[in-house]
């Protein structure tokens, strides 16, 4: 629906200088304006292509290639579902199709009030942990149907479910588009000298020396 | 320090006996700060490598046998001897794009000791004349890149990462940079893809490996979380220590996920070549046997790529040679147990259904293949199946990895085992692993396949004129 705020434009402008070519900030730099929007807009995109150096279609290139980037709105939390090989041994797809019930939507819709997407995903690495589900990128393990119900009685009442794991305790879950709550901060002095690979000809210099020694 | 016990803030991890290298401190519940990583010696194998000359560094690795634990197996000591001389820059990029089904270990390695790995990066930065490192982490691991994040500040503020670290001449930056779901981009030629910014789709390699040709066309590494998380124990304690675990060819320990229909289930970490399969399915200090009381029908041995392996081989021990030879892999780490009550068509069709949406597109055999693999075990398994679909699927594979699959059982039959990896018509493995799961379910399970075949045939309808 937009381009990038002043503020993210900043902030992109700080995740570029942190790579040798600015095209490699491509995917952090989309999953910024699905932080931004829930979603991934045509007009965010020729944005990108613009502060990276690229076309729009090239940023479209990318970002269609990866599932995390959704091209049209979403609910306000992602409901990943796994049901790949370790989960349906132990009720995955029962889960699934308990959440479809309950929500009354099938994979891959949202519900009318805007508030829940689900998705039937691919293994997401917690497999001892089985039935386990995402939302928003945060795990809730094995699970039952019970404490599905409990996970989304909370997120409607606006509140951190119990049984989802966050990086520190009792931490929000985010809308749907922000992943990690704290960034990685460099200053422009501590990335003056990331530059093009090829302006970089030698050795660097802790090698040289102790070759010498040598 | 209890051992044997559920980690209750380290949900899936379960401590046992043995010694730990790279997953001691998950049993404090403050295993990822910079606090509890210092009190228990953290950054001292980093400090103790910046005493040695890079080139010592590099020959600790290789002398270790330090073998890499993303799933090829390939020593890493060799793979970073493989950067050209005089090709400057050289870049590393830590691979913890992991999305194997059946596998985690890196992200519990990201999430509860982000510090071990950062410190990994510094020692193979020093070692090899990396003067930068992205650390790719799947991009659904929230809480592990909020780790990372909150790891990487800590550090930088600390002096270990930036400009002249700690007073020596050595200068490296550390970038957290994450992906957005794809599993093909752990495939190393992919993750440099996806790292310049572009659709994650291998690059044909060989002629150029990514240590020669990598990153913007520069020397890279692509090394595994779990790998580089190994280097500050080896620091500490030397080669020769890390040789006293595991097996002469597979030193040091590894981390196992065992999954699926065994009372507990969880990430272990035990020797290479020591344990066998049956010690952690059977016992106490592992899976404690099979849940609620029943039998052992097939496990995947090492990830969703690798063909099963049966009951009879149970003993074999977790290395990746012997597991080579009865033709399979330990891949990744892996196990997922399944029980009697398992119906062996459906667990295959949704292997097979996991590459099919993963495939990247590139390769015709792979893009078409692994989808028309998928819909005829979809029709099998409801009950449309026709006729020739097993000799179709066979072909099919046979396609996409021609000539004999590796799959183990053909002692059983008095055949020579074919040793892993298969053949490929396609430039990366994704292809060929989704015939891993039919071939192997066909070989000992066909008569299922059969039986549902022959009832959808029997119970058509006949059309009338």
Known sequence: MSRLSDANVALAKDIIRRYPRPKSALIPLLHLAQEQEGWVSDEAMAHLGELVGVTAAEVRGTCTFYEMFKLHPVGKYMVNICTNIACQLLGGEELLHHAEQTLGIRAGGTTNDGLFTIEDVECIAACTEAPCIQVNYRFGLRLTHDDFDDIIAALRAGNTPEKLITANPGEVIPSHGTLGLSRQVMTEVQTTHIVAPEQVTEAPVWLATSSKDS | MATGQYVPHAPGYVDSPGEKIVTSRFVYDDSYTLERYEAT??????????????????????????????????????????????????????????????????????????????????????????????????GEMAVAQQRIADALNEAYAKGYIGQNVLGTDFSVDIVLHWGAGAYIVGEETALIESLEGNRGMPRLKPPFFPAAVGLYGQPTIVNNVETLSNLPWLMNNGADKYKEFGSETSPGTRMFAVSGQVKR??????????????????????????????????????????????PEHVKLPLEARPVGAAGTMLGSGAIVIMDDTTDAVKACLRIVRFFARESCGKCAPCREGTSWEEKILQRILDGHGRPGDLDLLLDIGDNISPGPYPVAGFEAEGLEPVPFPPRQTTICPLGPSSVAPITSALRRFRHEFEAKIAAANETSVEVIA
């Open chain 2, 41 to 138: 010696g953290g950054y001292e194998g980093f400090k103790a490598a910046l005493q040695k000359a890079p080139d010592d560094v590099h020959s600790i690795t290789r002398d270790a046998t330090l073998l890499g634990r993303g799933g090829a197996g390939f020593p890493a000591g060799i793979k970073w001897g493989f950067c050209p001389d005089d090709v400057w820059p050289r870049y590393l990029v830590v691979n913890g794009d992991e999305s194997e089904p059946g596998t985690y270990k890196d992200r519990l390695l990201m999430e509860l000791d982000p510090h071990q790995l950062i410190e990994g990066c510094l020692i193979a930065c020093y070692a090899i004349g990396l003067t930068q490192c992205f650390l790719y982490v799947r």
């Open chain 2, 265 to 310: 289930p969880g990430v272990y970490e035990v020797e290479q070549g020591v344990t066998t399969y049956e010690d952690l399915i059977y016992g106490n200090d592992y899976c404690q046997g099979m849940l609620d009381g029943r039998e052992l029908k097939m496990f995947v041995p090492g990830g969703g790529s690798a063909p099963w392996l049966f």
